[in-house]
């Protein structure tokens, strides 16, 4: 079973960048389907971004495309999300979650593991 930690989350102005990471442990990270999801105050967690295991299939929702971008490293266990042009919209706690089924699913109920999640806030 996967361990996942998030990290690189904090207070931004609209319009900056930030730079999410997930650390896995106990399996290699490449075994795994790697997604990005959020959840704001009172809404439900939604998707954001999700990568294939070698990295070279990548999905987005309609709202981030163009401005965030998902990655990889399976070598250091890590997957990535690179946020820019943030909009106070933006504001959730993001997190990583990991499925072992070959499909890049875009919802919830494709991914098994979860790491507790890291706060994003986008100041306006």
């Known amino acids: 079973q996967v361990q996942l930690v998030e990290s690189g989350g904090g207070l931004v102005q609209a319009g900056g960048s930030l730079r999410l990471s997930c650390s896995a442990s106990?399996?290699?990270?490449?075994?795994?389907?790697m997604g990005w999801f959020r959840q704001a105050p009172g809404k439900e967690r939604e998707f954001v971004a999700a990568?294939?295991?070698?990295?070279?299939?990548?999905r987005y929702a309609d709202s981030v495309k163009g401005r965030f971008t998902i990655s990889r490293d399976n070598a250091k266990n890590n997957v990535y999300l690179e946020m820019n042009s943030l909009k106070t919209e933006d504001t959730a706690v993001y997190y990583c979650?990991?499925?072992?089924?070959?499909?890049?699913?875009?919802?919830?109920?494709?991914?098994?593991?979860w790491g507790q999640g890291t706060q994003v806030t986008v100041s306006s």
């Open positions: 990568i294939n295991r070698s990295g070279g299939i990548t």
């Open positions: 979650a990991a499925s072992n089924i070959i499909v890049v699913f875009t919802t919830r109920d494709g991914y098994a593991y």
């Open positions: 106990g399996r290699t990270l490449a075994s795994y389907v």
